[in-house]
Structure formats: C-alpha cells, structure tokens
C-alpha cells in the first residue's frame, strides 16, 4: 500500500517550453502532496506544499509563476515548468501525505527533467 | 531553524565491513521526527526509518541499526556486514509538525560505496 507514481519518469523538452509533471497516490488519498527538486550530487530540496482544493505554499526562492502547481484531487497533484531554461534540468521528486497520518509522506520515482 | 548535518560527504568500504554514517540535528522544538532514506542509483528514495523525539530507545532491523540519543542531537545509522548492494546515497531528514507543517528537511546526504 501507499503507493507514490509520477509521470513521465523522465522528459527532455526545449528550452522556453512548458513540461507537465504529474504525481498521484494510487491506493490513498492525499490531502498534502509536496514537491522537492533535486540537482546532481545535491540535496532534495523542498520547492511548494500542496493542499488539495487551495494554492500551493512555496519555499522562499521558488518563483510560483514558473513552477505552476495544481492539486484538484485528492490523488492527484502536477507541476509545470513553464519557459523552461537548461538551469531547470534537475530530477523532480514528489511525496504524498496520508489524511490524518502525521509525519508520513510516501515518495514518488521522481522525473528527470532535462531542458535543451 | 530546522538544520540536519550529515558531515561524511562519502565512505568507502569493504564488504562486510561495518560503517557508520552520523547525523546530527538542530531543533528548537520538542516534538519532532527524524528520518533515514536511502536513494539508489535509480533514484528512487527509500524509507528505512522513522523516530519521534519521545522514543530514544535504539533499534535493530537486520543488518541496519539506528543509535538516537537526544543528548548530541545524533541519530547516526549503521549497517553491519556491509554488502556491495548497500551502495547508495543514504539521507537523513527531520520534521517538525508545529512549526513546520511536517516539512521534512534533508541533510546533504552521505554516498556510501562498498566494493567487493
């Protein structure tokens, strides 16, 4: 159980394209889902909490216009890379939150996100 | 502030040999939970532990074992018998509920190499 996928589990897109990347619990409902952003032999950094049905929080430094995150369902949350640049290369990675369960988040495969 | 250190950037080591990797924390809260994951070369993070701040007691899962004592802020991870499958880049992450919203901040992560 608590099962985290992601799609694509890689993409290579142009630069000053959009990329959508989706994250879904497949056998739980989410009511938080969070994005981290991962560069080469780096750290998973935290870019935006996102709670079903309102905005996503973003971590300071994360432009929200680039970044777009929508969490409509409590399955489901994407973000979009808008005007992607080369420097947005990175392995994007998502994790999802149980209803009620604190302190428990489930990962997805994350997606490797390379901009041209 | 939330701050994890994981000062061993990476270690080498010889099958079955034993290693330790450290973790030390930064909390200004009471309640909080400290976490290991391992991520493979495919990327993928994999949970191997979680501890909230009230349970000091050390605990044993096969080969791994966990050492929390809340008097350094350590919570340091060892692996007996290492095998070359333990290969990895090993994390450990902290989460405060109140302050944070359950965010979980990574350390910088140790890369683990174990040759045969």
């Known amino acids: 159980g608590a099962v985290v996928s992601q799609h694509p589990s890689w993409v290579i897109c142009k630069s000053g394209t959009s990329v959508k990347i989706e994250c879904r619990s497949l056998?739980?409902?989410?009511?938080?889902m969070f994005w981290y952003r991962q560069f080469p032999k780096q750290s998973l950094m935290l870019m935006a909490t996102s709670n079903e049905g309102s905005k996503a929080t973003y971590e300071q430094g994360v432009e929200k216009d680039k970044f777009l995150i929508n969490h409509a369902s409590l399955t489901l949350s994407t973000l979009t890379v808008t005007s992607a640049h080369p420097e947005d290369s990175s392995f994007y990675i998502c994790s999802a939150k149980l209803a009620g369960v604190i302190h428990e988040q489930y990962f997805g495969p994350g997606t490797r996100l390379t901009v041209t | 502030a939330q701050k994890v250190t994981q000062a061993q950037t990476e270690i080498s080591v010889v099958e079955k040999e034993d290693v330790t990797l450290d973790c030390v924390y930064e909390?200004?809260?009471?309640?909080?939970?400290l976490f290991w994951y391992k991520q493979p070369p495919s990327g993928e993070l994999v949970f191997l532990i979680r501890r909230n701040s009230f349970d000091e007691q050390n605990e044993i899962s096969g080969r791994y074992s966990w050492n929390f004592q809340k008097s350094t802020s350590s919570f340091n991870f060892t692996i007996t018998a290492s095998q070359v499958v333990d290969s990895a880049v090993y994390f450990c992450a902290l989460s405060e509920a109140r302050r944070y919203g359950n965010k979980l901040v990574f350390g910088a992560g140790t890369i683990l190499r174990v040759k045969s």
């Open positions: 909390t200004r809260d009471t309640t909080y939970y």
């Open positions: 056998d739980f409902q989410a009511t938080t």
